[in-house]
């Protein structure tokens, strides 16, 4: 009913920057929430951040100041802008929303996840 399409990934040096799109397809009649969350190998998947359609953000305090997520309702596809980019920031990230589908179900959907390493 829904497909995301995660883009943007790979590997940037300490420093960098990256930018991960998420575009949704489907059935949609409006976004909700969109948002993204990362797993770093042996640990929890965390929220990163998070946009309502409000336009009210949660970060993650450890990318605040450096990491931006935004959206185009357009294209209904979300934005994480990733600056001055630390090995610690390596992880799989994955891109999450809420949908209203056409049929009036809510949904929640998971991207498949790509992948950001921050190496020199």
């Known amino acids: 009913q829904v497909q995301l399409v995660e883009s943007g990934g790979g590997l940037v040096q300490p420093g960098g920057s990256l930018r991960l799109s998420c575009a949704a397809s489907g059935s949609i009649f409006s976004i909700y929430v969109m948002g993204w969350y990362r797993q770093a190998p042996g640990k929890q998947r965390d929220l990163v951040a998070r946009l309502t359609d409000d336009g009210s953000t949660n970060y993650a305090d450890s990318v605040k100041g450096r990491f931006t997520i935004s959206r185009d309702n357009a294209k209904n596809t979300v934005y994480l802008q990733m600056n001055s980019l630390k090995p610690d920031d390596t992880a799989v990230y994955y891109c999450?929303?809420?949908?209203?589908?056409?049929?009036?179900?809510?949904?929640?959907?998971w991207g498949q996840g790509i992948l950001v390493t921050v190496s020199s």
């Open positions: 999450n929303i809420n949908v209203l589908l056409r049929t009036g179900q809510y949904l929640e959907v």
